[in-house]
């Protein structure tokens, strides 16, 4: 009877193994050849000056294609990567980096709640959400607002900087049953190419579009002797 149960329940086991990898399989395969099609591009990338930090923005534009969505639906995690620097613009040579941060957005679909769980991690950042909304996710998945990304002292009035954004997407194939599956389906991922924003350089002159950047200073006309009011000046290019 003992044994009769154990090879029963090898049986139901396998069964139910099959019928993952199976659907999994079908997933998988459609990912190589159309889930990103619409190339995922990063746009609208802004620099500001906020306390005494440059921060940057961006949006990830068509990055959840219906195959993505449905591995996020079935709860297997996915991340966005956004790889950011700010470099000086230097004329006949190769560009310096003067600072750079990493950034992780990771969303998990947790199926007993119905809710999404977001988190942003990144140098002197950590954000964790919930949200049931489909759209906010998505929303909070492909945008950076306001990530710091180097000092204001060690720009130089002087010089001409940029800030050039990439964003790798995964989807996290050690996930059940993404892990049968690794040794012969090819999960597919996606990367984007460098956007860059215009050039720019520190200005600590022009006081009066400050607000722009420093809200706070509109409150009081006081502030600490010698200090400056910085913005950024930027040049089309």
Not at 8 to 21: D, E, G, Y
Not at 25 to 31: G, I, P, Q, R, Y
Not at 56 to 82: H, K, Q, R, W, Y
Request: aromatic share 10%; proline share 5%.
């Amino acid at each position: 009877m003992k044994l009769t149960t154990i090879l029963n329940k090898l049986r139901t086991q396998t069964a139910s193994l099959r019928q993952a990898v199976l659907l999994s399989v079908c997933l998988a395969l459609a990912l190589p050849q159309g889930a990103w099609a619409a190339s995922p591009t990063l746009v609208n990338v802004g620099v500001a000056a906020k306390g005494n930090h440059i921060t940057v923005s961006a949006v990830l534009t068509d990055s959840f294609p219906e195959e993505v969505l449905s591995a996020i639906e079935s709860g297997v995690p996915m991340t966005f990567t956004f790889n950011i620097e700010l470099r000086k613009d230097v004329a006949l040579w190769a560009d310096s980096l003067v600072g750079s941060n990493t950034v992780h957005h990771t969303v998990q679909y947790d199926s007993l709640k119905k809710v999404y769980r977001f988190t942003e991690t990144g140098e002197n950042i950590t954000r964790k959400l919930m949200t049931r909304k489909r759209e906010r996710y998505q929303k909070m998945m492909a945008m950076l607002d306001d990530i710091p990304l180097a000092p204001l002292y060690r720009l130089n009035p002087n010089d001409k900087y940029y800030i050039r954004v990439k964003a790798d997407l995964h989807i996290d194939r050690f996930w059940f049953p993404f892990n049968y599956l690794l040794f012969f389906v090819p999960f597919n991922e996606m990367e984007t190419t460098w956007a860059r924003s215009s050039l720019l350089s520190l200005d600590p002159e022009l006081e009066e579009t400050q607000e722009a950047f420093n809200p706070a200073s509109a409150k009081s006309n006081a502030r600490p002797p010698g200090a400056l009011k910085h913005v950024i000046k930027t040049f089309n290019q």
